[in-house]
């Protein structure tokens, strides 16, 4: 008995240990994980000072460097270059009329002006400064003599395209991007890198490593996203033409909200090597590069240059297709659908009014415009369009994001993407009442539509098409709704903006009655983020089929050249 009495009170002993050395161990693990988060947050931090630093730098250097050019050349009309569209500006460069050094000089301080009232950029390009003393070497360049503003996340090297994510920061780019050895052969001077919104998915343009970039129409007012920089830049006239991408209405929603013109071309028709996408292996929504200018012939103009003999060599997968002038500059009429309302998201007050007044232009320019609704767009928006960005449920994202601060134009959209299963399919069952379309996107799958919609097309005849673009300009903080933009992703459709309008007392006034067609939670947002719109740009959107970019430019400029025309008369 007694043998039995000291087993047990071994036995007991040995549980007590086991329990303390348990408990040791979690402690100690406990400690270990704090440890690696305290010195994970203490990199982070770090490395947002030293790319802070290094902006700071190049915008002191190019300060320094534009204040001796003009006291070596006080005569410099800088008011004057900036005032030239490209076209002009071009012809004067040829001609000798202008130097390249007034042009580059005169953008640089415009920039900086910019850029200190809008915090548009992530750096000046100091190697544009050298590029500057051997550009005669490119004198027969389309684009020859022109300084270009350029997305950070297009590659340049020596330089970061973080995507505004913090792991990113310090890898600097060992070569450039072939859009960006395009742009030098043809003669062009990248001379400054622009702000993104972290990760690149949202309508707004804020990161931790660079801020917040704000509206040149309006400081209370986002630039839009993911190419937000770009129209801030470009808006506030610090950029004559830039290079933005697009996977969800990235170019088309900052050229919509900053009054400009942005293109995004057929996927495939422009070099994608070197332009930093936030994680590889899309397939089903597609990212583009494209221009954003003050107006469309600078679009065409840039595209132009870019199909070129140089970069179908630098780029063997993208097909040797040279731009075509003659679609370009045709005037055929054409036979145009045109959408006020898609059946998904009621458009605002602006929005409906900018594709009355252009379809009435055209029609009295002699085109013809039928009706048109693209089909099943609810189940477009909530079975393709999400997961077709997020086919992973956004775990690659999230580790993307592991260790950064959250932005908190994307803070919501990172916790509901960390829920555990479980969780999203119980506030799924909640939600649904309230929020349908909520509940249907984040229980989205992905399935194939764009040959449904091109035989729609050619069911109704239809060359281009005219249709809304989100607009005016959210507030900040708003990160955006589908549709409109992200739709012609998917289908690889190319489409462009052209500011045709301003946001009147009457809009705002109508606005107030908005309930939107769901008169959901989405919808109510989408009514707080563009109030308080009066005076700024609105914009109407260009569409046409895949490979047919020339016919969507046409569409564009007829549309600018209506719009001038109409101005003109009254």
């Known amino acids: ?54 902006r700071t730098e190049s915008l002191q250097r190019a300060e320094q460097a534009v204040l001796r050019y003009k006291e070596m050349h006080p005569t410099t009309d800088s008011a004057a270059i900036l005032s030239l569209s490209l076209s002009e500006l071009t012809k004067q460069l040829r001609e000798g009329v202008l130097s390249p050094e007034d042009v580059f000089y005169s953008y640089v301080e415009k920039t900086l002006a910019v850029h200190k009232k809008l915090n548009c950029c992530t750096g000046i390009l100091l190697e544009s400064f050298d590029q500057l003393k051997t550009i005669n070497s490119s004198k027969d360049g389309l684009l020859y003599g022109v300084p270009v503003s ?33 742009l030098k052969l043809q003669g062009a001077i990248p001379f400054v890198k622009t702000n993104i919104p972290q990760a690149l998915l949202s309508y707004d343009c804020s990161n931790p490593i660079y801020g917040q970039t704000r ?10 996203g993911s190419s ?70 600078s679009l065409a103009l840039c595209m132009q240059a870019l199909l070129c003999d140089h970069m179908f060599s630098l780029d063997p997968t993208v097909p040797p297709i040279p731009f075509n002038v003659q679609i370009y500059h045709s005037s ?92 999203k399919k119980t506030l799924l069952f909640l939600i649904k009442p309230l929020y349908p379309r909520l509940s249907e ?56 903006v052209v500011p045709v309008s301003m946001v009147t007392a009457e809009d705002e006034e109508e606005l107030k009655h908005y309930k939107g067609i769901y008169q959901d939670h989405m919808d109510k947002l989408f009514k707080e983020a563009v109030t308080g719109g009066e005076g700024l740009p609105v914009a109407v959107q260009c569409v046409a089929l895949p490979w047919r970019d020339e016919l969507c430019l046409r569409l564009m400029k007829e549309v600018e050249k209506l719009v001038k025309q109409s101005g003109d008369k009254k």
Not at 215 to 224: A, Y
Not at 231 to 253: C, H, K, P, Q
Not at 400 to 422: A, F, Y
Request: aromatic share 6%.
């Open 441 to 496: 996107i984040t229980s989205a799958t992905i399935g194939d539509y764009t040959k449904e919609v091109i035989e729609d097309w050619r069911r109704c005849n239809i060359e281009v098409m005219l249709c809304p673009v989100v607009g005016p300009a959210y507030s900040l903080f708003y990160c955006g709704t589908l549709t409109y933009a992200m739709l012609y992703n998917l289908l690889n459709f190319p489409a462009g």
């Open 1 to 54: 008995m007694d043998e039995v009495e000291q087993f047990l009170r071994g036995l007991e002993l040995d549980n007590r240990r086991a329990a303390v050395l348990t408990a040791v161990a979690c402690g100690v693990g406990a400690l270990v994980l704090l440890a690696r988060k305290v010195a994970g947050h203490r990199e982070a931090k770090d490395k947002i000072r030293r790319a802070r630093d290094r």
């Open 215 to 224: 509206n040149p129409c309006n400081l209370q007012k986002t630039s839009g």
């Open 228 to 297: 937000g920089g770009e129209g801030a830049l470009i808006g506030g006239g610090g950029s004559l033409l830039g290079l933005g991408s697009d996977i969800g209405g990235s170019i088309r929603i900052p050229a919509s909200f900053c009054g400009i013109c942005g293109f995004k071309p057929t996927t495939g028709r422009l070099s994608s090597n070197g332009v930093k996408p936030i994680y590889r292996g899309q397939k089903s929504v597609f990212s583009s590069a494209g221009p954003m200018a003050k107006d469309v012939e």
């Open 332 to 423: 055929k009429p054409l036979r145009i659908g045109y959408i006020e309302d898609d059946g998904y998201m009621q458009p605002t007050p602006s929005m409906a009014r900018a594709i009355r007044e252009i379809k009435n232009l055209l029609e009295q320019a002699g085109h013809t415009l039928v009706p048109y609704r693209p089909p099943r767009i609810g189940y477009v928006a909530n079975e393709l369009l999400v997961k077709g960005i997020l086919a992973d449920g956004g775990t690659t994202l999230l580790q993307k994001l592991e260790g950064s601060p959250l932005d908190p134009s994307i803070r919501d959209q990172v916790i509901s993407l960390s829920l555990p299963t479980w969780m």
């Open 150 to 182: 350029i997305k950070e996340n297009i590659g340049y090297k020596n330089q970061d395209s973080s995507c505004g994510i913090v792991i990113n920061l310090g890898l600097p780019d060992t070569r450039d991007s072939v859009l960006v050895e395009v």
